[in-house]
């Protein structure tokens, strides 16, 4: 799963994906019990032996439509029921399909450039300023009813596509790169200066409901979540010879969370507000590549790479309008945020990765004190089934 460069991936499967995909098909099994109590229950109608009606009974009138001799849906209460069973229905499944539309405020301040000379310039290029637009993907949803009024979940979303970029005006020998970037004090004059930022996540989770009958319904589950991010800085030097920065960052976050979901308003009609609020500590393997080259008659190159491992947190928090079309599909608009902490960003680990110092030993680390504030709208259907 990471992106880093020069070749250095993971397997396909590692132990944390082994765990996701074993709990996965347990948390799948254990949901199919409603179904297999259900059929204990009333056993195959083709074994049932007939009732024998007395000569006395013969004069009562039984109805002739056997469904009125099964038990009745109940009508729809005055206020929403329960926590995805809005109707009162008792469905067996619940799927939700939705279109995630995000916006990341950007890393935290980090100078990437500055004004010649270094020890007299000002910043003229920092992270912060690497403000990123919209981002979208899917989000998908799938709740399992257990027949005690809770419910199995299943949701996974994944969203790419957080990209910023940012261009210095060309000038002769007017900016460097700022000091501290790769522990060096900068030394070569450049006369264009570029950077650009890509980020994206991810996230799956299994959470178990638990039975509810008004409006609250308190959850508690496994979720993984992973964050990546790449920094480019592209530069010409005064002797027009291209000067790369690269640092990709990978974040692989596993915890359990508990959370809850909640009516924030409805009066039994159509339409109703949901709200929903998950927090959790984190297990993260963090992951950070670094690399520079310099390009020209004596080219430079150096690269390295490394990991650690830390607690992080996750929360998640959101709202959502609902309107029931009809008694089985919704339509569902809201807003949605998500925080993490306790993550290895790119521009942090510039100033933790030293890799030109000619005085000094080489030294690499890796940086998880960064954090990431990701919100938007969501817009999607909601079946039950």
């Known amino acids: 799963m990471d992106r880093l460069r020069e ?21 799948l099994l254990l949901g199919f019990v409603r179904h297999v109590r259900g059929e204990a229950a009333f056993g195959d109608g083709a074994t049932t032996p007939p009732v024998e009606i007395a000569p006395e009974e013969t004069m009562l009138e039984f109805p002739q439509d056997t469904y009125a001799l099964r038990p009745q849906r109940q009508p729809a209460c005055e206020i929403p029921c329960r926590v995805l069973d809005p109707l ?30 270094a020890s007299s310039g000002t910043v003229a290029l920092d992270a912060a300023g690497l403000q990123s637009g919209m981002a979208a993907g899917p989000r998908f949803s799938l709740f399992r009813h257990t027949g005690d009024t809770g419910q199995i979940e299943f949701t996974y979303f994944f969203v790419d596509g957080f990209t910023a970029a940012n261009t210095l005006p060309g000038t ?5 790169v700022s000091p501290g970037v790769l522990c060096c004090s900068p030394v070569t004059r450049l006369n264009e200066a570029s950077a650009a930022l890509g980020s994206s996540i991810q996230s799956f989770e ?30 010409v030097t005064s002797l027009s010879d291209p000067l790369a920065i ?8 596993y915890g359990m969370q508990i959370g809850a979901d909640t009516f924030l308003w409805g009066n039994g009609g159509p339409f109703w507000i949901e709200g929903i609020g998950k927090a959790g500590l984190f297990y993260n393997r963090a992951a950070q590549f670094t690399s520079y080259s310099l390009g020209g008659p ?23 309008a609902v309107w029931q079309m009809n008694d089985w599909l919704a339509l569902r608009l809201g807003w949605v945020a998500f925080w993490l902490g306790g993550i290895a960003q790119s521009p ?5 990765n030293c890799l030109l110092c000619d005085d000094s030993l080489q030294t690499l680390a890796t940086d998880t004190g960064g954090s990431a504030f990701v919100n938007g709208l969501t817009l999607g259907l909601e079946a039950r089934w």
């Open 7 to 27: 070749g250095r991936f993971r397997p396909w499967l590692n132990n944390g994906d082994l765990a996701v995909l074993l709990a996965a098909m347990m948390f």
């Open 88 to 117: 009162d229905q008792c469905p067996c499944w619940t799927g939700r399909a939705e279109a995630l539309m995000l916006w990341w405020d950007g890393p935290q301040s980090t100078p990437l450039f500055s004004t010649a000379p």
């Open 172 to 176: 002769t020998g007017g900016y460097v």
């Open 206 to 235: 299994l959470n178990r409901r638990l039975p509810t009958a008004g409006r609250w319904q308190w959850l508690a589950g496994f979720r993984w979540v992973q964050w990546n991010e790449d920094l480019a800085m592209d530069a």
């Open 246 to 253: 690269r640092n990709d960052t990978n974040n692989d976050l």
């Open 298 to 320: 004596q080219p430079e190159f150096a690269a390295g790479g490394t990991s650690t491992s830390r607690a992080a947190f996750v929360g998640e928090l959101g709202a959502t």
């Open 348 to 352: 942090n680990q510039l100033d933790n």
